[in-house]
């Protein structure tokens, strides 16, 4: 069984459209987040949900909202595409709220904006 | 502010020789938290390790084995007797989860190629 599911695994879009990665976690965990890793790897937070409440913000662009409709799921929409969103997201999940924990991630999504 | 840094861009080694792949950190809290996690080549971040900042204990995993010294600030990570399944990218990080500013920091990774 998937621990962290992410769909799609790829996204191709154009500059300017709007879509949404959805990430289902089926680990039982109160937290989950997201993460951007560019071009050159770099991993940095984006937002943190424990329990469907955000936690964590980071200085992420308002064009990006998470919504957790349940502590299973924690999907990010994008508004607005531009070229400098593409990376690749990933969610991940842990147990414990305040980033002590060991976090499982996801695949990951590849999102190529043109 | 918290900072990770992982000098070592790229490390390239043949099979079966030993590497250490360093990690030194920044921050002023007491408490705190050190993690180290592999992303192979198809992509997934697997964890390897939690430390916190209480405990200084080295730990062996394995062929894998990690150093943590609170007086010079580093978390090293060594593989014993590499394999070509060792090749991945390996990232450090550092949470300060007790902070008003609650993150995670993640280093900008070593890339470790294990020659055959």
């Known amino acids: 069984d998937t621990a962290v599911s992410q769909t799609p695994k790829y996204l191709v879009t154009q500059m300017g459209n709007d879509k949404s990665i959805k990430c289902e976690q089926n680990?039982?965990?109160?937290?989950m987040y997201w993460y951007k890793q560019d071009s050159k790897k770099f991993l940095k937070i984006m937002f943190s949900?424990?329990?469907?409440?955000?936690?964590i913000n980071e200085t992420v662009p308002n064009r990006f909202s998470p919504k957790s409709p349940d502590k299973a799921h924690l999907n990010l929409h994008i508004n607005s595409l531009e070229l400098g969103d593409s990376a690749v997201y990933f969610c991940?999940?842990?147990?414990?709220?305040?980033?002590?924990?060991?976090?499982?991630f996801g695949p990951g999504t590849r999102l190529t904006v043109l | 502010a918290q900072k990770v840094t992982q000098a070592q861009t790229e490390i390239s080694v043949v099979e079966k020789e030993d590497v250490t792949l360093d990690c030194v950190y920044e921050?002023?809290?007491?408490?705190?938290?050190l993690f180290w996690y592999k992303q192979p080549p198809s992509g997934e971040l697997v964890f390897l390790i939690r430390?916190?900042?209480?405990?200084?204990q080295n730990e062996i995993s394995g062929r894998y084995s990690w150093n943590f010294q609170k007086s010079t600030s580093s978390f090293n990570f060594t593989i014993t007797a590499s394999q070509v399944v060792d090749s991945a990218v390996y990232f450090c990080?550092?949470?300060?989860?007790?902070?008003?500013?609650?993150?995670?920091?993640f280093g900008s990774g070593t890339r470790l190629s294990i020659r055959p």
């Open positions: 921050t002023r809290d007491t408490t705190y938290y």
């Open positions: 680990l039982g965990h109160d937290t």
């Open positions: 949900y424990n329990n469907k409440e955000l936690i």
């Open positions: 990080a550092l949470s300060d989860p007790y902070s008003s500013a609650s993150k995670i920091i």
């Open positions: 430390r916190n900042s209480f405990d200084e």
């Open positions: 991940a999940s842990s147990q414990e709220v305040l980033l002590a924990d060991e976090q499982f």
